[in-house]
Antibody, heavy 119, light 106 residues
Framework: QITLKESGPTLVKPTQTLTLTCTFSGFSLSTSGVGVGWIRQPPGKALEWLALIYWNDDKRYSPSLKSRLTITKDTSKNQVVLTMTNMDPVDTATYYC???????????WGQGTLVTVSS | IQLTQSPSSLSASVGDRVTITCRASQGISSYLAWYQQKPGKAPKLLIYAASTLQSGVPSRFSGSGSGTDFTLTISSLQPEDFATYYCQQLNSYPPTFGGGTKVEIK
């Protein structure tokens, strides 16, 4: 059974760096074809894909946020970490991590974590 | 690739047939998925490859289309189907989502 869970701060100040951790079980990020992605959703708005890391450590980022994002994995801990620098109130959103099943299909999602950016 | 969903919201009754459309700004073959999201919950994968039902999803859900025009159909709306639905293109980076269609009770 695949499960994912996001963790991190619920409140960050503008200009700070956000660090979110996705802890998963039921699959290995060392298995060929596997990936974990991050998607966010501002309150009342649509989903926005942020980043994805593959089993072979290949990484992809949203072009509009690429300069602010870093995604890494710790295979031994079954964790994926997303950092986003220079946070702004417009980055207030629920952040989800999700299991990628081929062709960027997200078949299992974490419960999400709401991050508020405010001074 | 931009995805435009229509309508953005609709009101329907239990038992109604509901159709949601998703139009891509360029051809994406059949690389399209549909998700259902209920308030306060993560999205749930319903359909991938435009028309393949994810395991465990009721057969009243169906998808069709290829290229730029896609549809999600709920053949007989059930109380648990009131939610927001999103399409997502898988054809190229970055993966993008449509703006969502909220299905409300009439």
């Amino acid at each position: 059974q695949i499960t994912l869970k996001e963790s991190g701060p619920t409140l960050v100040k503008p200009t700070q760096t956000l660090t979110l951790t996705c802890t998963f079980s039921g699959f290995s990020l060392s298995t060929s074809g596997v990936g974990v992605g991050w998607i966010r959703q501002p309150p009342g708005k649509a989903l926005e894909w942020l980043a994805l890391i593959y089993w072979n450590d290949d990484k992809r980022y949203s072009p509009s946020l690429k300069s602010r994002l870093t995604i890494t994995k710790d295979t031994s801990k079954n964790q994926v970490v997303l950092t986003m620098t220079n946070m702004d109130p417009v980055d207030t959103a629920t952040y989800y991590c999700a299991h990628r099943q081929g062709a960027n299909l997200f078949d299992y999602w974490g419960q999400g974590t709401l991050v508020t950016v405010s001074s | 690739i931009q995805l435009t969903q229509s309508p953005s919201s609709l009101s329907a009754s239990v038992g109604d047939r509901v159709t949601i459309t998703c139009r891509a700004s360029q051809g994406i073959s059949s690389y399209l998925a549909w998700y259902q999201q209920k308030p306060g919950k993560a999205p749930k994968l319903l359909i991938y490859a435009a028309s393949t039902l994810q395991s465990g999803v009721p057969s009243r859900f169906s998808g069709s289309g290829s290229g730029t025009d896609f549809t999600l159909t709920i053949s007989s709306l059930q109380p648990e189907d009131f939610a927001t639905y999103y399409c997502q293109q898988l054809n190229s980076y970055p993966p993008t989502f449509g703006g969502g269609t909220k299905v409300e009770i009439k």
